[in-house]
């Protein structure tokens, strides 16, 4: 029976380091993964896997692509491909930054560190701009539905394609605009977290409406605040059985559909973006047969 990485679907924790790694040059990718392959999966870790590390041993994982950057009207959303991706959670940062350290001892003959993102918690899972986030979560079987890859075959099936982007916030230009024109930004009232009826068409939850797309775009956004007081924003995260959906929504946000750019770029940008699969486990280790191993 196929099996998910633990922590895909586990609620979010106190803390989470994101790691994103590149193949140093001249590294064999058969013996990376082998090495991969030999460490033990663990409740907390996230691992997902790039197509440079793919195509590093000429193999190919039906569905996983490089995010390619995406660009409308005034907006950018740029791509900063690893070849490997992981997340590390626990409830005390530095136990979490201490398991960060042994995994990349470990790894270090074969990858450098491309990102580093060390994420925490925000009150009951808020942006720190104040809005809650993961509302809209699909919970349950439609969680599972929605994330995980299954009728695939062995090695894709209990897989999971996530999608990666690091956003810096500028919440002094936020802070400048009155309560009612931030919640038209985000198209929810930060107070009650209920959807404004009158939130305009570039409001974020009109541009990301899983329900209004066709087929609909339902995807586990596990997204964390990040950073320090010059410098912070969110760490978006979202668990797919495919890109499609996180794809269809970027672009609207984006204005590619009708012109109409998201709100939420008038306070903030991303500034990377990658695509990874988190493949399944098999007795407690990572299960690389879609890629040949
Ligand atoms: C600065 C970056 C972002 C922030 C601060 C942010 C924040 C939020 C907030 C506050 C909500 C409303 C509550 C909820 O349902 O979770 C939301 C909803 C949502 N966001 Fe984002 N988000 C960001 C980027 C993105 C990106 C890049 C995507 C996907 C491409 C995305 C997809 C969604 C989806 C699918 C929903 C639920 C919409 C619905 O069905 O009602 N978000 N986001």
């Known amino acids: 029976m196929a099996h998910t990485q633990n922590d895909i679907l586990a609620p979010i924790p106190r803390v989470r380091e994101f790691i994103s790694l590149g193949l140093r040059p001249g590294a064999d990718g058969v013996q990376a993964l082998q090495k991969l392959q030999a460490m033990k999966g663990n409740q907390c870790v996230v691992l997902g896997i790039g197509e440079p590390l793919m195509r590093a041993v000429g193999r190919e994982i039906p569905g996983l692509k490089t995010f390619v950057p995406v660009s409308g009207a005034g ?9 490997l991706w992981l997340s590390l959670g626990g409830d005390d ?6 398991r960060c350290r042994q995994w990349l001892a470990c790894v270090d003959d074969f990858f450098h560190l491309d990102e580093e993102v060390a994420c925490f918690r925000y009150d009951i899972g808020r942006d720190l701009s104040g809005y809650e986030d ?9 969680a599972l539905q929605a994330a995980i ?3 695939q075959g062995p ?3 209990g897989g999971s394609f996530v999608a990666i982007q690091k956003w810096v916030h500028d919440l002094g230009r936020l802070e400048k605009m009155p ?13 009650t977290n209920e959807e404004l009826a009158d939130a305009p068409a570039s409001a974020h939850v009109k541009r990301a409406a899983q329900e209004r797309f066709e087929p609909a775009a339902f995807m586990l956004r596990k997204s964390m605040p990040w950073g320090n007081a010059r410098e912070h924003g969110l760490y978006f995260v979202a668990y797919g059985n495919s890109f499609s959906a996180f794809e269809r929504v970027l672009h609207r946000m984006a204005g590619l559909d009708d012109g109409i750019t998201d709100g939420l770029l008038q306070f903030s940008r991303a500034v ?15 299960d690389l047969r879609a890629l040949g191993l």
Do not use: I, W
């Open 75 to 83: 907006v950018t959303f740029p791509s900063t491909q690893s070849a």
């Open 93 to 98: 940062a530095g136990e979490v930054l201490h």
């Open 134 to 142: 993961g509302t809209e979560n699909p919970q349950g079987d439609k």
């Open 149 to 151: 890859v299954s009728g």
């Open 155 to 157: 090695g894709l099936d």
């Open 179 to 191: 309560p009612h024109a931030r919640d038209h930004l985000v198209g929810r009232g930060h107070e």
């Open 272 to 286: 990377s973006g990658g695509f990874y699969f988190c493949p399944p486990m098999q007795n407690g280790r990572y």
